[in-house]
């Protein structure tokens, strides 16, 4: 049970009031009992505190904690940064004994760092190394000669393919998929899909075709302090490997194609797809169920909107929405002018018949 | 093998011919053959009695079942509503032997309900509570303090992560992950993505950043009657739960983001995505790939058809349609008007051409 | 090690140079080192020869072996296709030892064809029958009665449910789940959906409702030579099966919905959707993330762009584009003319000045 003043250091965070106050946890206002700290980083959160039964919270500057009956606070300048303290502080983690479970199967030629604790009903093949520290939960299989980096958390059935190499501190969330084949198929004759891209539509004849498989001989490398998210799928390059930059963060349901790099410090939302050696600058944050077609480049810095689609190389720093994507401000304009269409085509009948009546006066 | 008698009883429909006539599963009619119940709610699947072998059958209400060569029918004044009840009849349902399997790791902490049935390779965490007659098939983990209602069904490899909350009769599908963290991080400086929320597009200047990770302390609740498709993602909330009411039913490769609240009685159909902080009221049927923004409202009994992308607020009742959503009709307006645009310039120039020719005539 | 020789026997290629040289592995031209065969496949690829070590390559026809200074090329006149049988030759494959794991549990009544391979914590479920050479990795779960043809791959925590029938050759990526149950629900009272299909978007009033479930009695059968992606989801039919026709390519997290039939030699890329009882014909090409509508029909080698929402039916041989889905010249000249439209929309208002002029001059 920390004290408030442990919580405030730990923060960088000024408090007043009892500072030796214990809490155990962290609750909204109006749910909080009187051993938990509540969390109110804006006035709008205020009221909560009437019903609730706090004795501390971590507060909006400024706050007048004595008036909401409080007997200790913390004051967040930033409050979603403090936030981001508060829980990696408060967050047990999830439960992985020490060492390697009698129902873990561990192939003889791997490695396994100090430290490490590997759940029940895990796999790990030939030649893999496990970093000092790494957490691996139940059901997670680690196929030959992939490395996981220290301290790395792998959660429950997540899938970790031949030869990945993961980053230090990666977490992985359950049932995410790391080193998938890639989809990559072609047709002995130039197929339906090539004719298309070089006419924008156009198919001279059509004939039949089947697939013939490319195999994918690269990997998958992950750096340092990535975050891949529940069921998301990171395919396997064809020759060179899939890479993700380091600090870059995956949401649940990403699809990444096969040779694709995506940069450092990215945030990838909720069902975003990019499509095969497709490349992502870094600092790059597309909203949920982005879509990024193949063998583009994405710059530095780009900003996507949720759903928009991006078919064309997008230069550093471009901010953009829509299906096709264009930068923000011109979606919006775009709406705009959109959604009085109607109206323009009723004025532009209206002219047309008083131009026709104006030329029979003539 | 129910008899044609028994059939209808439970329906609670209307039979005719040899009631005793006894059938083992349902088909199409041209599949049919002579044990089995054809199946034909509307006219245009009578062609198939003609190649197929039924002697009963489940029709249409008024049809001619001797014309079609029946020696028995049960009529369903709304079909869709009869094959709910038909198929549960006939549906023996996953095998997943009673009792706890030799090859399933139970915490002895956890508590067990009568008549639970628990698969091979099963983990179940610390503290952990499963109700009565509860099914959990093989492959599942279920993590520490989590709470599993009456006659749920888990099915194969599910992830259930800690203190997660599920109701009765619950069914979650193979491969779907209830409980991973959730997808919130923060720069020390104001983000790109913040800034660009403030100016809709605009930025003073682009700074490195990189995320720091708020961690999960919430959970997920999940009310009584909710179905949850294969691959589905439900996240945990930061401090509160995420919830999930009452009678909701979730597809496959569904994504709910952190701290969501889905009312009652919902539908959100394939790849449909949440994204953090949202509000869904009772009864709104989102279609397939449907998003909706973070921290939004969706209020009661809206309908979204598919791949409808709510980025505002809607209120309760509303019919949406397109990219960004706007109500039905206006999009049905707005891509008439878009389709005859190219025809509307050109009238356009046209006009323009003859003003120009008035002015100069004048 | 392969010789140059062998390699371009199995490719039907021409070699030059010393065929006799042996190569371990592919790899890009400047990341090759002297035992590695370099490709190249287009003249752009060249300069990494200049920092590589390749003393072999598989080249563009025409190339100048010599002056890239290498001992031996190969020439392929069309890449991709050479890059195909490339790969396949040296592609290792996953490691799975012959034979049954001791920690796979196969039911009694299963018959595992000769020469198979069974990881560990794999279920085989009662009556299962697992064709010759079949090789299913760790965590999968075969439910009862499923079939799996000859040579079929099934990688790590694949689930394949009860009865589903998968043909030879294919190959189910990680965490795919074949056979969950469809999404199929009724309400006793006609629905707001029901009703707004009728009415496209009017509503009479709004009532509540809550869901009954429709049972899926079918399975899901898949031909010959096909790959489901990772985290792909195939949805068991009502009363007959959901089919995948041979030689069909699905992408990672492609959503297959209950009574969908697909045909032969399609390819879905990542993300697609396809909702219930839709019919897709042969050699169709979904790009990434396109959604079609349930109970349409998509005719034979129609061609959809990433992200087209295919809301009606497709007649054969289409090229499409776009929400809703239109011709992809349109959707080209719709675009275009959306982009002029505020310009548009700024004529017109001149225009009408002019107009109204010319009005009060005559």
């Known amino acids: 049970m920390p004290t408030i003043r442990a919580i405030a250091d730990a923060l960088g965070a000024v408090a007043e009031g009892d500072l030796d106050l214990q809490v155990t946890r962290a609750a909204e206002p109006a749910m909080a009992g009187p051993d938990d700290l509540a969390l109110a980083m804006d006035l709008k959160y205020a009221d909560g505190f009437a019903t609730g039964h706090a004795r501390a919270a971590l507060l909006w500057p400024g706050a007048d904690w004595q008036a909401l009956g409080l007997q200790a606070a913390i004051f967040a300048p930033r409050g979603r940064l403090a936030m981001a303290g508060l829980t990696r502080m408060l967050d047990a983690g999830p439960q992985i004994a020490p060492g390697v479970h009698a129902m873990a199967l561990v ?129 396997r390059g064809t020759i060179r490997d899939t890479v993700i930059g380091h600090g870059t963060k ?6 990444v194609g096969h040779n694709v790099q995506v940069g450092r410090d990215c945030l990838l939302c909720g069902q975003v797809g990019i499509a095969g050696s497709a490349r992502i600058g870094d600092r790059v944050v597309l909203g949920g169920q982005v879509g990024v077609s193949d063998n583009i480049f994405v710059g530095d810095d780009v900003i996507a909107g949720g759903a928009t689609k991006i078919m064309t190389n997008a230069p550093a720093g471009r901010v953009l929405l829509g299906y096709p994507a264009v930068r923000m401000e011109t979606h919006v304009e775009m709406q705009k002018a959109l959604r009085r269409l109607p109206r323009l085509a009723a004025t532009v009948a209206a002219l047309q018949k008083a131009v026709s009546k104006t030329g029979e006066s003539d």
Request: aromatic share 2%; hydrophobic share 45%.
């Open 250 to 255: 995956l949401d649940n349901l990403v699809h």
């Open 107 to 235: 192939d003889p030629s791997a490695v396994i760092g100090e430290g490490a604790a590997i759940g029940p009903f895990v796999s790990i093949g030939a030649g893999v190394r496990i970093g000092a520290r790494a957490r691996i939960a139940s059901h997670v299989s680690v196929a030959e000669g992939a490395v996981i980096g220290d301290d790395a958390l792998i959660l429950q059935g997540a899938r970790i393919g031949a030869r990945v190499v993961l980053g230090d501190r990666i977490i992985v969330q359950p049932g995410a998929v790391i080193g998938a084949d890639g989809f990559s198929f072609v047709t002995p004759e130039k197929s339906g899909v090539e004719q298309i891209r070089e006419t924008l539509g156009q198919r001279d004849h059509i004939a039949a075709q089947s697939w013939t498989r490319i195999h994918s001989l690269g990997s998958v490398t992950i750096g340092d302090d990535v975050e891949i998210g529940a069921n998301a799928c990171i395919d």
